[in-house]
């Protein structure tokens, strides 16, 4: 092409264009880099700004933009019904001691509030995961609304002579000791909820529902048996989530030694 003047080579070009060109290439008004390639047609240009030729560039921090805006925000549907939970934890307290705590209308106004919390318990999890609403704020309230709602409706009850102290001290120090150890070995993995914690949950939740109502005849009976589950449910689980966090830790401590010898041979 020596000695060819620019605009006929440029006409040739452009000529050639359609033929020779990638389809990336075909974007009109974004300039190339050095090595002649240009943004995708899916690329951020928020925020873009013109070149000396009036060419759109990305910007420097348009990936950093996208990221953040992929990310799921904090006021989302998951997170609202979490906060729900945790809001409901007063008016629930407030309710249960009411006039003494031993009306059945109040009690019964009570258990609507705590029907509704452990609702929203199954609800708000499953749509953080299934429509990525995963966020921090969620990873840390949903267990202390979790907790909440179920300490407050343990020591209402017992405050009240309802429910035996051991049983509350039972079902909240395996709940507080299992949350900690999951602290603990969180470095070497996750412990994930077996079948057998949910069923424990559901049970849990159950029975003292019915507690919260002022239940008499067979049906005060079936409630005392289906806190009987709950507590044989809570501690047979709460070994396991013990033995798992054991092998876990030793797996994970096996595996860290295991690459260091492998680095230093």
């Not at 209402?156 to 900690?180: F, H, K, Q, Y």
Request: hydrophobic share 50%; with cysteine.
């Amino acid at each position: 092409m020596t000695g060819v003047p620019a605009s006929a080579a440029g006409g040739s070009s452009q000529a050639k264009g359609p033929a020779t060109r990638p389809a990336s290439a075909t974007v009109p008004g974004v300039a190339a880099d050095a090595s002649g390639a240009v943004p995708e047609m899916g690329a951020d240009m928020t925020g873009a700004t013109p070149d000396e030729q009036g060419t759109l560039r990305p910007a420097r921090g348009g990936k950093i933009a996208a990221a953040a805006v992929n990310q799921a925000s904090v006021w989302n549907i998951a997170n609202m019904l979490t906060m729900l939970r945790l809001l409901l934890v007063p008016g629930f307290v407030a309710l249960m001691l009411a006039d003494g705590g031993y009306d059945p209308a109040w009690r019964s106004l009570a258990w609507a509030a705590f029907a509704i919390a452990m609702i929203t318990d199954l609800f708000d999890g499953h749509l953080a995961r299934t429509y990525n609403l995963v966020t921090d704020f969620g990873k840390i309230a949903d267990p202390i609304a979790d907790k909440a709602i179920m300490g407050a409706a343990l020591i209402c009850l017992s405050s009240l002579g309802d429910l035996p102290w051991w049983v509350t001290g039972v079902i909240l120090g395996r709940e507080l000791g299992i949350t900690l150890m999951r602290f603990l070995v969180i470095r070497y993995g996750v412990i994930p909820a077996s079948r057998g914690g949910k069923l424990k949950t559901l049970t849990q939740g159950v029975a003292v529902g019915m507690y919260v109502l002022a239940l008499t005849g067979w049906l005060a009976t079936l409630r005392w048996w289906v806190m009987a589950a709950a507590v044989v449910l809570t501690v047979v689980t709460g070994l396991d989530y013990v033995r798992q966090a054991i092998v876990l830790r030793r797996q994970g401590i096996a595996e860290r030694k295991a690459a260091l010898e492998e680095t230093q041979a």
